[in-house]
């Protein structure tokens, strides 16, 4: 026997009426909470900010610190930085040099500023890295130059970003003019930070661009204090702090933080430090093996690694 097919359910025109209504006013009123709440939505999709990694005057403890070799390295060693101190010549030229003399790291002697360009590149800047340092020596090395900041942005252009630091820029004026111009013609605004113990240095810079991340230097000769009225003066022109990480401690971490500002301690070169400064909760760190922090902070990402 045959069933009778069923007759097909009718459904009331109201009721799909009424349906829409009701996820109308459902979307509405979820539209007028959200509205309500300041949402920051990147922070949504994105995990926690990064400790940066800033190679300080490049990967200086496998290679002639301030040199190009030791910033390629820094560069493949992926650190978010290449920090770079900034001298002027006699003849006004922009080298990468940290001390105020070649004396150091060149076999020649003169204070930077009363020497020409010239002068300069005749030096030696690389075989005391291998007398000093036999265990990381190049032959490379030997005969590497003092490079000028210009050939420093040919050689990596947007491949990285650049932690330019003024060094003493009331002995240098026009220093940061040069600079700026430079960073201008490689159209690096967007990949260069800039640090300075000098507050009027920075401040010059905040008045030529309001954007770039600007870092207030301090040294400390004993256990580092910072006084609220001190904080808030920095965080008038600048975007954070860096300070001597052995004069550092948790509690001074914590300060320049809730003040809204970043700190970027220096030079954190030993594995225990650098757990610390992390456990600490900085927002990056100027170290001479930035390969060392990557992995350090990997670690700490995941134990098990």
Known sequence: MVKKPQEPLTIPKWYFYTLHLMLLSALGGLAYLLSAIPLDFPGLFLSDEKIVTVAHRGASGYAPESTLSSYRLGVKMKADYIEID??????????????KTVDRTTNGTGSVKKMTLAQIKALDAGSWFNEKHPIYARDD??????PTLREIFEAFGKDTRYMLETKDPEEHPGMEEKMWALVEEFDLRKHVAVQSFSRDSLMKIREWDKDVPLFQLLWYNRPARIS????????AYANGIGANYLRIDEGYVD?????????YPYTVNYQVNMENAVKWGVDGVHTDFPDRFLEVIEELDDPEV
């Open 86 to 99: 900034v001298q002027m010549t006699a003849d006004g030229e922009l080298i990468a040099m940290h001390d």
């Open 141 to 146: 090395y030997v005969n590497e130059r003092v």
């Open 228 to 235: 609220e009225r001190a904080l808030d003066e920095i965080a």
């Open 255 to 263: 300060r320049v933080k809730q003040a809204g500002l970043l700190i």
